[in-house]
């Protein structure tokens, strides 16, 4: 099964990060144009949100069932002193949580806004900050080894 999640959480990025940018550029455009924030707008965002969603789901599976994670339970002192151990059972988890974290509160801010253009504004911000965590986040040194 681990191997499994893995290659689904790993592919599933790639839909995340397209997601994201896409609904960054579609945020960038209405707020550049003055345009109204309408129901594509919404759908873009859903669809980042929901999709970024789908992936922290998955991930908390895998890290519940990854060989990785259980073996630095069993000596977490030792686990954070190698960094490999420490990205995946500490760093990557965090950083992806506070990223959704600001996904969600951005499109929750932006839905509470006044205007349509502080809408776009706080949608592209949130969601550039929180692609940017992802991007940091991102297990880089292990392309390919999936």
């Not at 397209?18 to 707020?31: D, E, Q, S, V």
């Not at 759908?43 to 999709?51: C, D, E, N, P």
């Not at 977490?76 to 990223?99: G, K, S, Y």
């Amino acid at each position: 099964m681990t191997p499994t999640l893995l290659v689904v959480h790993s592919y599933l990025r790639l839909l995340v990060l397209l997601a994201g940018l896409f609904a960054i550029a579609k945020m960038a455009k209405g707020y550049s144009s003055n345009s109204p924030y309408g129901p594509a707008d919404r759908r873009y965002s859903a669809i980042f949100v929901g999709l970024f969603d789908l992936q922290f789901l998955i991930g908390l599976i895998l890290y519940g069932v990854s060989p990785i994670t259980r073996g630095a339970m069993q000596n977490m002192a030792t686990a954070m002193q190698d960094a490999h151990t420490r990205f995946f059972v500490a760093e990557h988890p965090i950083m992806m949580f506070v990223a959704l974290c600001v996904a969600h509160g951005s499109s929750i801010a932006a839905r509470k806004s006044p205007s349509d253009r502080v809408k776009f504004l706080r949608s592209s911000l949130g969601f550039s900050l929180a692609l940017g965590l992802v991007l940091a986040g991102i297990p880089w040194f292990r392309m390919g080894a999936n």
